[in-house]
């Protein structure tokens, strides 16, 4: 009797499929009955071997070097399970790249917990140091982004600030990530503050002690700014390339997601917040932020990043006195980060550019108010 191979398992199959970009491979690897069932997002839920087609197809088209690593792979009987890492380059030149704080050795735990405003979930990592100083709550900006914030090196900066003695509560803010959808969606910094201060409580009955601070990057430093205005117990907040109000950047923004000049990008605005009702008039952190101080803020901004341009962070540094304010230095054209980024630039990369004075600035500023200072609400 002859010896056959075993057969190939449907985990290798699929990697086989999906770095090769073979689409009638990967496609062949669904039933017919197959549902993607999504429930935080119920609108990008998909069903049957032609849904896979349809969503992949895309998924390949946004994504030309895509590739799929098989982190751990089991099998048991005719269940298989499998943990991922995808990553590639979009083709508006950010990177795509799924990642855990395992991949940067920081052990973490997947939670859930409510806002006080919705009836939803919100996911976050918690990421413990042990003792902490304080909670920091990593907050990741508009657009794709998410929890991991794959275009800050935000999974590098909480590994960071923990080995700095900070746990981190790393969250992906309603309609983002894996937490659930509002009826109202996005509305850049306004309502998505009570997702910071569930966050708070779900720490406070968790981990109760704990004080707390925020770091966040482009709408998620706005987020962190309405937050701090309306809860004292958010006692130190850090932004980098954090806009006043989200109406006079959001043409920068949609342009360099799409590639349409801004001329052509300002009427489809004007379109979509008066006829379609897309909220750019609630997120106006400027409005709110004098009700910050005497707690601090320091305000990070690249002299370089094209979205939202310097002049915000001086605007914003003159409506929080006390405030302090790092512009880093745009690196030159040619640099190989400013050539990765595209018509991105410099927005969000300050960590990158300088990552040692970045953790060295940020944890010196928490330490002036966690490890030289008392609660004071």
Same mark, same amino acid.
Do not use: I, M
């Given at each position: 009797m002859a010896d056959h191979p075993p057969p190939e398992s449907v985990n290798a199959r699929?990697? =086989?499929a999906m770095n090769a970009h073979d689409l009638e491979a990967l496609v062949?690897?669904?039933?017919?009955?197959?549902?993607?069932?999504q429930p935080a997002h119920p609108n990008r839920a998909f069903r049957s071997p032609e849904g896979v087609r349809k969503h992949w197809s895309w998924f390949?088209?946004?994504?030309?070097?895509f590739q799929a690593e098989l982190v751990r792979t089991a099998i048991r009987g005719d269940t298989e @399970? $499998?943990? @991922?890492r995808w990553h590639g380059t979009q083709r508006d030149g950010r990177p795509f790249d799924v990642?855990?704080? =395992?991949?940067y050795g920081t052990p973490f735990e997947t939670v859930e917990f409510r806002p006080p405003d919705q009836p939803i979930k919100l996911r976050a990592w918690w990421m413990p140091a042990a003792p902490a100083k304080a909670a920091i709550i990593l907050v990741h900006g508009g657009g794709d982004d998410n929890r991991s914030l794959p275009y800050a090196d935000g999974l590098k900066l909480a590994h960071?600030?923990?080995?700095?003695?900070?746990?981190?509560?790393?969250?992906?803010?309603?309609?983002?990530g894996e937490s659930d959808a509002t009826p109202e969606g996005v509305t850049f910094g306004d309502a998505e503050a009570d997702d910071i201060i569930g966050a708070m409580n779900y720490l406070g009955s968790h981990h109760p002690g704990l004080r707390y601070g925020g770091l966040g990057f482009s709408m998620g430093g706005e987020v962190l700014?309405? $937050?701090?205005? =309306?809860? $004292?117990r958010l006692e130190a907040v850090v932004t980098t390339d954090t806009f006043t109000d989200v109406r006079s950047v959001a043409a920068n923004f949609v342009s360099a997601q799409t590639g349409l000049p801004v001329f052509v990008v300002v009427p489809l605005l004007w379109s979509a917040e008066h006829l379609h009702g897309v909220p750019l008039s609630r997120g106006r952190a400027i409005d709110v932020v004098g009700a910050i101080p005497p707690r601090p803020v320091l305000l990070i901004q690249n002299a370089g990043d094209p979205i939202v341009p310097v002049e915000h962070c001086r605007r914003l540094a003159a409506a929080i006195p006390g405030s302090e304010v790092w512009i880093t230095a745009a690196p030159p054209a040619e640099h190989p980060l400013r050539v990765s980024q595209g018509r991105w630039g410099m927005h969000t990369q300050?960590?990158?550019?300088?990552p040692e004075e970045y953790v060295e600035r940020v944890t010196r500023f928490f330490d002036q108010r966690f490890t030289s200072t008392t609660c004071v609400h």
């Open positions: 699929l990697q =086989r062949g690897c669904f039933d017919a009955e197959y549902l993607s069932d390949f088209e946004t994504v030309p070097d @399970w $499998a943990e @991922w990642q855990t704080p =395992r991949d960071d600030l923990v080995g700095h003695g900070y746990a981190v509560f790393s969250v992906d803010l309603r309609n983002y700014l309405y $937050a701090a205005a =309306r809860d $004292a300050s960590y990158k550019l300088y």
